[in-house]
């Protein structure tokens, strides 16, 4: 079974630094693009950052700057700098990834809180 484990949010001060990671283990054949999306309090999910199995980065307008993903093996990072009180949200792993013999889906990891005050 596939699963998706993030870690490393918290509660940092305007200004400060963060970084989220995601593993993900289990059986698969192959994972391609691997995301990283935030919900605030009555909003919409949307997708902050994402890169592809090739290493390609893509990020929102509001983080770009400020925000680098990365992936190593089966690890997908996210550094967060310069954050703002507007980055304030739950972030979600996403992973779309394949396991034999069905075609690619997404997976998600469960979530953490990341908070930035003023």
């Known amino acids: 079974q596939v699963r998706l484990v993030e870690s490393g949010g918290g509660s940092v001060h305007l200004g400060g630094a963060l970084r989220l990671s995601c593993a993900v283990s289990?059986?698969?054949?192959?994972?391609?693009?691997m995301r990283w999306y935030r919900q605030a309090p009555g909003k919409q999910r949307e997708l902050v950052a994402s890169i592809s199995r090739a290493g390609t980065p893509n990020f929102v307008d509001s983080v770009k700057g400020r925000f680098t993903i990365s992936r190593a093996m089966n690890t997908v990072f996210l550094q967060m700098d310069s954050l703002k009180p507007e980055d304030t949200a739950v972030y979600y792993c996403?992973?779309?990834?394949?396991?034999?013999?069905?075609?690619?889906?997404?997976?998600w990891g469960q979530g953490t809180q990341v908070t930035v005050s003023s």
């Open positions: 289990g059986n698969f054949f192959r994972m391609y693009d």
């Open positions: 996403n992973a779309q990834i394949e396991v034999a013999p069905n075609p690619p889906a997404d997976y």
